[in-house]
């Protein structure tokens, strides 16, 4: 039976599309295996192309059978929408772009344009142009639809590196028994802040120090916001235990501290991250004694 029976008349054309995708979707997936999304992506066997060929299949004729090839958020499409991305980014892996993507993604209409157009005596006839047309459509709303998937999988791929970039830029370092410090490098955001506050309080808890030293020798500038999440993290280090030294200030940071009006009188600071440490020690009861010219030489 071929959607150009006499029921055909009578159905809309994303309905006979949707019928025609799961009558023939063996041959639409073997189709696409051969096509460079599938073959590239599916590299240890063909049948894994084909088997990811039907699935894409149909999906294309669930999302027919609604009658809305052109909703990029019909229900047919979340079945394959992660395996989409997967293949997605398997491409961009392999340095393939978007604009690549979609050229490939696009290419997957001609193989199945073909076989439509078999089902029909006439080709052209204009039934036959109206299937084409839906058809048309639904290979243009999944390739919408890929592109999708594939940025925002990279937007994930993306917050993920920036959460593990603001963990490795931000270490705790043991300095001496009970005394830790934070050597900050750059600009210092919200989510960055919080990075900090956590690393440093759990430093706390498994050094048992203290004394916590965040040192912003390496912080370009420090604006009321900054200064805001400072204050933060030196009160969550109080309320630890320990007793929080901020190292560092400059004399432009601090004359940027003055015209801003921010308060930082019950924060204990330091010019550098020696004297910070200094403080610390003799807290501690450690005295630092230069060494003399006659010790150095006798070693």
């Given at each position: 039976m071929s959607v150009s029976d006499e029921n055909a008349e009578r159905e809309p054309a994303a309905?006979?599309?949707?019928?025609?995708?799961?009558?023939?979707?063996?041959?639409?997936?073997?189709?696409?295996?051969?096509?460079a999304l599938f073959r590239t992506v599916f590299t240890v066997s063909r049948d894994e192309a084909v088997e990811a060929g039907r699935s894409v299949a149909a999906a294309l004729a669930a999302v027919a059978a609604t009658g809305?090839?052109?909703?990029?958020?019909?229900?047919?499409?979340?079945?394959?929408?992660?395996?989409?991305?997967?293949?997605?980014a398997?491409?961009?892996?392999?340095?393939?772009g978007a604009d690549g993507l979609a050229d490939e993604v696009a290419a997957l209409r001609e193989p199945v344009t073909e076989l439509l157009r078999g089902e029909f005596p006439d080709p052209y006839a204009p039934e036959a142009q109206e299937c084409v047309l839906a058809l048309t459509v639904l290979m243009g709303t999944l390739r919408l639809v890929v592109l999708e998937t594939t940025?925002?999988?990279?937007?994930?791929?993306?917050?993920?590196?920036?959460?593990?970039?603001?963990?490795?830029?931000?270490?705790?370092?043991?300095?001496?028994?009970?005394?830790?410090?934070?050597?900050?490098?750059?600009?210092?955001?919200?989510a960055r802040s919080q990075v900090v506050m956590e690393s440093l309080l759990d430093a706390i808890v498994a050094e048992r120090a203290?004394?916590?030293?965040?040192d912003i020798t390496g912080v370009p500038t420090?604006?009321?916001?900054?200064?805001?999440?400072?204050?933060?993290?030196?009160?969550?280090?109080?309320l630890m235990g320990a007793e929080c030294i901020v190292s560092g200030i400059?004399?432009?940071?601090?004359?940027?501290?003055?015209?801003?009006?921010?308060?930082?009188?019950?924060?204990?600071?330091?010019?550098?991250?020696?004297?910070?440490?200094?403080?610390?020690?003799?807290?501690?009861?450690?005295?630092?004694?230069?060494?003399?010219?006659?010790?150095?030489?006798?070693?």
């Amino acid at each position: 039976m071929s959607v150009s029976d006499e029921n055909a008349e009578r159905e809309p054309a994303a309905q006979q599309v949707s019928a025609f995708l799961e009558r023939r979707r063996e041959q639409v997936a073997q189709r696409w295996a051969d096509a460079a999304l599938f073959r590239t992506v599916f590299t240890v066997s063909r049948d894994e192309a084909v088997e990811a060929g039907r699935s894409v299949a149909a999906a294309l004729a669930a999302v027919a059978a609604t009658g809305r090839p052109d909703d990029i958020r019909a229900p047919g499409f979340a079945a394959v929408r992660e395996q989409l991305g997967r293949m997605a980014a398997s491409r961009a892996r392999m340095g393939v772009g978007a604009d690549g993507l979609a050229d490939e993604v696009a290419a997957l209409r001609e193989p199945v344009t073909e076989l439509l157009r078999g089902e029909f005596p006439d080709p052209y006839a204009p039934e036959a142009q109206e299937c084409v047309l839906a058809l048309t459509v639904l290979m243009g709303t999944l390739r919408l639809v890929v592109l999708e998937t594939t940025v925002s999988a990279g937007e994930e791929v993306i917050a993920r590196q920036r959460e593990q970039l603001n963990e490795v830029a931000t270490p705790v370092i043991k300095l001496w028994e009970s005394t830790v410090a934070v050597p900050l490098i750059g600009t210092l955001d919200s989510a960055r802040s919080q990075v900090v506050m956590e690393s440093l309080l759990d430093a706390i808890v498994a050094e048992r120090a203290r004394f916590a030293i965040l040192d912003i020798t390496g912080v370009p500038t420090v604006d009321s916001l900054v200064a805001q999440h400072l204050m933060k993290t030196v009160a969550a280090a109080r309320l630890m235990g320990a007793e929080c030294i901020v190292s560092g200030i400059r004399p432009a940071i601090a004359q940027t501290i003055v015209h801003l009006g921010i308060d930082l009188g019950t924060v204990l600071t330091r010019a550098s991250l020696a004297d910070a440490l200094a403080y610390a020690l003799s807290r501690q009861g450690v005295e630092i004694a230069p060494v003399r010219a006659a010790d150095a030489g006798a070693r």
